[in-house]
Structures are given as structure tokens and as C-alpha cells.
Nanobody, 113 residues
Framework: QVQLVESGGGLVQAGGSLRLSCAAS????????MGWFRQAPGKQREFVAI???????NYAESVKGRFTISRDNAKSTVYLQMNNLKPEDTAVYYC???????WGQGTQVTVSS
């Protein structure tokens, strides 16, 4: 069973940056495809970025060029570097493996204008 713990969220002004982290349990983390998702108030959870064990990331159009997903397999951790943040990026951010496992608690990102 994979357990996921997200951290690194906070309040930031538009144009600022944040780096989210997601620590995952599991002895075979390096083989997991990992992704980041987000859920804004009143909206459905949506895909943000995905990264295979050793490949390049794929991104939602809304974050392409601003967000970067990466991973450290030795630490069983996946990251999301978010630059040039916009108010519309405000959401609770979640990580998960693919296929999806039980969701963690997420981390709140709030971008003020």
C-alpha cells in the first residue's frame, strides 16, 4: 500500500514560486509513475503533471512552461516546482501514483493577486 504525504504549500503573491514535495512509502517507488493533481474550491480534481520512473514530464496546458515535476528515487519523493504562480493556481495540491492509490491530505496553495 502506497502512502503519500504532501508538503510545501503556502500563501504566495502572483508571480512567486513554491516547491511542493510528496514523500511516498513503498519499496518500489522508482517503478511508479507519479503525478500531481489539484482541486480548486467548487471544482473537480484535475491533472497537473506526470512523470515516469526515468522519463520526462508531461503537463497540463495551463501550467506548461511554469511548473516542473521531478523526483528523487533515493528519497522516494516527487517534487513540483511552481514558478510564475497565478491566482488561478490556487487549489489543494495532491500527488499520487498511477494507477491511483488512496489520496493523501494534500497541501494548500494560495496565490494572491
Amino acid at each position: 500500500q502506497v502512502q503519500l504525504v504532501e508538503s510545501g504549500g503556502g500563501l504566495v503573491q502572483a508571480g512567486g514560486s513554491l516547491r511542493l514535495s510528496c514523500a511516498a512509502s513503498g519499496r518500489t517507488f522508482s517503478s511508479y509513475v507519479m503525478g500531481w493533481f489539484r482541486q480548486a474550491p467548487g471544482k473537480q480534481r484535475e491533472f497537473v503533471a506526470i512523470l515516469s520512473g526515468g522519463g520526462t514530464g508531461n503537463y497540463a496546458e495551463s501550467v506548461k512552461g511554469r511548473f516542473t515535476i521531478s523526483r528523487d528515487n533515493a528519497k522516494s519523493t516527487v517534487y513540483l516546482q511552481m514558478n510564475n504562480l497565478k491566482p488561478e493556481d490556487t487549489a489543494v495540491y495532491y500527488c499520487n501514483a498511477i494507477p491511483l492509490r488512496p489520496w493523501g491530505q494534500g497541501t494548500q496553495v494560495t496565490v494572491s493577486s
